[in-house]
Structure formats: C-alpha cells, structure tokens
C-alpha cells in the first residue's frame, strides 16, 4: 500500500475520521497505533517469494523492536549512572547488528560456500532502517536526560510505527512526537486544508515529474554502451532530480498524512540545490537523516576521549573534526544501501565534506556576503559533484538494469567514462528522441503538429475570404466536424491511422473549426475604409495581407488559438484512451481506470491541465511577439 496507491487513499480518511471524530482521547493512540500495524501487514513480503511465516517475519521483528525498545528505555532511566552507558551499548549493538543482519544477509548469502537451499533468503523488512534510527535516538536521548522513558508501550509504539514515517521517514525524534501523541487531536478544516494541498503538491512531484524522469533514465540507463556522453549526462541529471522529487514528494505526503491527524513532522528538504557548499546541501537534503547523523553520531565522535583507542591514542586525545565529518559520510554509505556501489558514494561524499573542511581551515571561512556570480559558481560546482556520485547511487539502485544483470561499480565507471565519448548533435539528437519515444510518450511532438495545422488553417481561411466557393466547400466540413463527437472519430479514424499517430490526426481535425472560423471572422471584420485606400494606392496583397488583414484577424485569431490548444490536449488524451498507444498518457489513464489507482488518475489529468496551460501560455507569447511586431 503506497502512498499514491488507491487503497492508501482509502485507508487515510477513514483512519483519520475514526481517530479525530469517533476515538475518545484515551483511545486514540491505540488507534493510530493498530491503524499503523495494519498498514505495514499490507505491505508485507509478496506470498510468490515468501510463503508462510516468512510473510509475518517484518511484522514480528516490528513489535519484538517496540517491546524491546521500551524495556530498555525503563532500564536506562531506572539504573545507576554508570550502568546507562552499558545498557545503551548493548541496545545499540543489538539494534544495529538486526539492521546490519536483514540489509546484509541476502547479498551475503551467495557468497557462501554452502549448497545451493541451504539457507534461506530473508525478506528484507520494510522500513527496517528509519525504525531503527528512530530507537536508537529515543534510547540515547533517554541515556542523556533529555527525554523520559515513555511507560507506555503503546505510545512507544505509535512513535515507532507510525504509518506516516516507517516506511522512507522522515526520521523523526521521539521527544518531538511523544507529546503530540499524548495530546487530544480533533478535527479542524483549516489544518484538513492545508493538509490536502501538501498532500497533492507531493503526490503531483512523485507522480507526475519524478516517475516521468525516471522512464528516461531507464531507457538511457538500460544501454549504457549504446548511448553517447550528451544522453548519458542528460539521463544522469534526469535521475539526480527524480531522486529528489520522489523523495521530496514522499516526504510531504508524510508529512500531509501526519498533519490530517494533528501531528507536526518537519520538514526533510529545503531547496538543496541551491546550496553554496556540502555543508548547506546536506543542512537541506534529508535533514532528519543529515540531523541525526550530526546529534548522535558526529558530536560524540568530536567529544569522545580518543586516548584509550591503541596506535592513536599516544599522540592525540581527541578525534579532529575532519576525520570524524568523514567517517560519518562514509557511514552513510552504508545505510543506504548494501551493495558496493552505495559504499563508494559514501566514500565521495566523505571526501566532498573533509576536502570542503580542510579548504576552510587553509583559506578561511567564505564571506557571507559574496558577489552572486560567485554564489552562483559554487552550486554550480556542488551541483555537478552531486551529479557525478549520483552515477554511483543509480547503479547501485539498479535504475535501467536490465533482466538477469547486477548493475555495480564497474558500470558506474562505465557510465562516467562514457560521458566523453559521442558529443556528436545528430547522434545526441536521435538518442534523446528514441529514449523519450520508447520511454514514456510513443508519439511526435503535440506542440509541431499543432503550428503546421495552424498554418493550414491560416491559409485555407484566407482563400476562403478571397474566393467565395472555398468557404462554401468548407462550409459543411467544418460543421459536420463541429457535431460529430470526438468517440466517432477516433472509432473511424483507427481503421486507417495506426495507434500510434491517432491522436495528433484527431486533435487536429477538432481544432480545425476553431481556428479556420475565428480566423475568417477576423479577416472578415477587417476596416473597409482600410482596404479601400490600400486598392486607390495599389497595395500588393501580400502587403496588404501582412499590414492590415493579419493585425486585423490578430485578436479573434489569439482567442482561436487559446480555445484550440485546449481542445487539441483533450480530444487527443480521449484517442489515446481508446486506441492505447504504448507509453501515452492516454494509456496510463486508462490503466489508472482499470487498476482504480485514483490518484495515478488525478495526477495524469493535472499533467494534461499544465500541458496545455504551458503550450497556451507560449502561444500567447509567440502571438504578442509578432502584434508587437506589426504594431512597431
């Protein structure tokens, strides 16, 4: 059950109306708690790979966690000062050594000399790694003071469990949603509409930009020698930003889900592209992550007593904050992933961080107030060094891989090294147009057919205001045209017109009407006095045409051409609905109809809305272009 999924959207509202309309406040966090064990039993291991108990395996491990976490958190709080610090140590190892066991046991498990069955595959336990961050900033904050042990299991529990963050995060810190959860939550309509504006902003970036991102990337990516420099960097620039608009979209669904409920998560990215240097970036980027990583793992490293460690000890009593930022880096690396791909981006971002600090420490801090030139250079520069570790993460997601293949560093080397070869235009060209036509969109461009019939139309409205038996022919056309619905004609159309081109043909001859009428019309209301000074001055008529018919026919044209646009993206969608071409919009509308993937649904027909707004907007740009041009 994801968060764009259809049965999402109906598991929210109605654990939403239970937990603010009909739970009293003694009964709401075991609500919120059963509702969040239930939507992680629905994502569960599929029963083709895992039958049997091996289904139930994550959910156990959850509620073993909660339990164990919470008699822990007791333990701490009720020992001797001294005695914290062992219990602490031994939660933390044996959380981090169940972390390390469900992330590392399946790409271990081939590597062992054992039979083939031998041992089982474990399935890998949704959420696994942001629970567990989650428990250990509770234990460490229990550790410290800073936070009580909670007494209540359940509590412990809907902190742990919440169906909000398991799943990708945020990571969220106990002492922040703790007392949330102890507070009454009732229902508010203004907060409900703040919450479902977030909610489709997220649901629009995952949906509609970073999944349409991503089919590019796989086109590209699924061929690595067979595409040169120019589409193996616009495929790598496309995954950074499908990266961050899935993640940043997920992120404010949670955080619209948490929000429907009462519950205040923050905020996980902050415009991290526009930072000046790594240290901003990752202040932006997955700050619950980048935040953690700094409380509770950086700062003791900086403080700890360095004296006891053996070689290093003897000359040093403290960590240096350059050695400490990249061991946290390279850290990083390893949460991410578990395969040697995650581990070598880790590595960069490690050198990024410590190479960034020790320019500070040699030329000194950068000037807060700098030439924006400057400012500009620098992300320029974080950016490209963020695109090139990218190489690295992608591969190691194994965007494109294709059937049968494992995708590792020797492929995002090869990727790299092919951003230098073929900078050829034709060859870029014809790349990029068979990765976008095989990737997501299996047609010409909307956009040229529609100029090259506007020009038609411009001309045949012209002949008709010139000669009488042209508008008499047409006549009929367009009216039967005008009348016939949009569902005849594709049925028609598709007996002759492959699927693939139904879709332009239809737009087109819906538009014609508009466009040839108000452009008639227009010509039609052209000054006669105009026009008779320019037959006493013997005005050629293509001057005549140029200098008053078209600023003339300007205004009702601008209005055909918006109304048309419009019509053009609607009766085209509908052939695509009904002849299905491979990779359309239309295609995926219908697969959201058949699926009831309501919100797959809502956001392809918001795509199709800024589409056409788009192309409208840039007609009108166009139009205005040119009456500025007559009118100078």
């Known amino acids: 059950m994801s968060f764009q999924s259809f049965s999402y959207f109906a598991f929210l509202p109605l654990v939403a109306f239970a937990y603010l309309k009909l739970a009293p406040k003694r009964f709401q966090t075991g609500l919120l708690l059963a509702a969040s064990l239930l939507f992680y039993w629905f994502n569960r291991p599929s029963a083709a790979q895992y039958g049997g108990l091996w289904q139930a395996l994550p959910l156990a491990l959850l509620c073993a966690s909660c339990v164990f976490v919470w008699r822990l958190g007791l333990a701490i709080q009720a020992a001797a000062p001294p005695r914290r610090g062992r219990l602490l140590a031994f939660g933390a190892a044996l959380l981090l050594l169940v972390l390390a066991l469900f992330k590392y046991y399946n790409l271990v498990l081939p590597l062992l000399p054992l039979a083939p069955g031998a041992l089982h595959s474990l399935p890998f336990p949704l959420g696994v790694s942001f629970y567990t961050f989650a428990a250990l900033s509770y234990l460490i904050d229990v550790r410290r003071g800073d936070l009580p042990a909670e007494r209540s299991l359940v509590g412990l529990a809907a902190f742990l469990c919440f169906f909000g963050t398991i799943t990708a995060g945020p990571i969220c810190r106990a002492r922040l949603i703790l007392p949330q959860l102890k507070a009454e939550h009732r229902f508010e309509a203004a907060r409900t509409v703040r919450a479902l504006q977030l909610f489709a902003l997220g649901l629009f970036k995952k949906v509609a930009v970073a999944d349409v991102l991503l089919l590019f990337a796989q086109q590209v990516f699924g061929d690595l020698s067979g595409h040169g420099g120019p589409a193996l960097l616009l495929a790598l620039v496309f995954y950074t930003f499908y990266l961050y608009f899935d993640f940043v979209g997920y992120s404010e669904m949670a955080r619209a889900s948490a929000l429907l409920l009462g519950l205040d998560i923050p905020e996980n990215f902050k415009t991290p592209f526009f930072a000046t240097n790594f240290s901003g970036f990752w202040s932006r980027w997955h700050i619950s992550l980048s935040s953690w990583l700094q409380d509770y793992l950086f700062t003791p490293l900086v403080w700890a007593d360095a004296s006891r460690l053996p070689l290093v000890g003897r000359r040093v009593s403290r960590l240096s904050p350059v050695f400490c930022v990249a061991v946290v880096f390279f850290l990083s690396g390893f949460w991410h992933g578990s395969t040697l791909p995650f581990v070598v981006w880790g590595l960069l971002q490690a050198v990024y961080r410590a190479g960034e600090e020790l320019l500070h420490q040699r030329l000194g801090k950068p000037k807060k107030r700098a030439p924006a030139r400057l400012l500009w250079a620098k992300r320029g520069a974080v950016f490209c060094l963020w695109v090139f570790s990218m190489a690295f993460f992608a591969m190691g997601s194994g965007v494109g891989q294709p059937a049968g293949a494992q995708y590792g560093v020797a492929e995002a080397f090869a990727l790299l090294a092919g951003l230098f070869r073929g900078w050829a235009p034709g060859r870029f060209a ?80 819906i538009a014609f009407p508009v466009l040839y009428q108000n452009t008639l019309t227009g010509l039609c209301h052209t000054d006669p006095q105009l026009l008779e000074m320019a037959r006493l001055f013997r005005v050629p008529f293509a001057r005549r045409l140029w200098g008053i018919y078209l600023p003339s026919a300007m205004p009702y044209l601008r209005s055909g051409m918006n109304i048309a646009i419009g019509l053009c993206w609607k009766s085209g969608v509908a052939a695509e609905v009904i002849g299905m071409p491979s990779g359309s919009i239309g295609e995926k509308l219908y697969q959201a109809k058949i699926y009831l993937e309501t919100p797959d649904l809502f956001c392809w027909t918001l795509t199709i809305v800024l589409l056409s707004v788009g192309c409208e907007k840039l007609l009108s740009l166009l139009v205005g272009l040119i009456e500025r041009r007559l009118c100078a």
């Open 430 to 509: 014809a790349e990029s147009w068979q990765a976008v036509l095989h990737g997501f969109y299996a047609q010409p461009l909307m956009a040229a057919a529609y100029l090259v019939f506007l020009a038609l139309a411009l001309a045949l409205a012209v002949l008709s205001y010139r000669h009488r038996w042209v508008r008499q022919l047409l006549s009929p056309l367009t009216a039967t045209v005008k009348a016939i619905p949009v569902a005849s004609f594709v049925i028609l159309a598709l007996l002759w017109v492959p699927s693939r081109n139904l879709s332009i043909l239809i737009s087109l001859m």
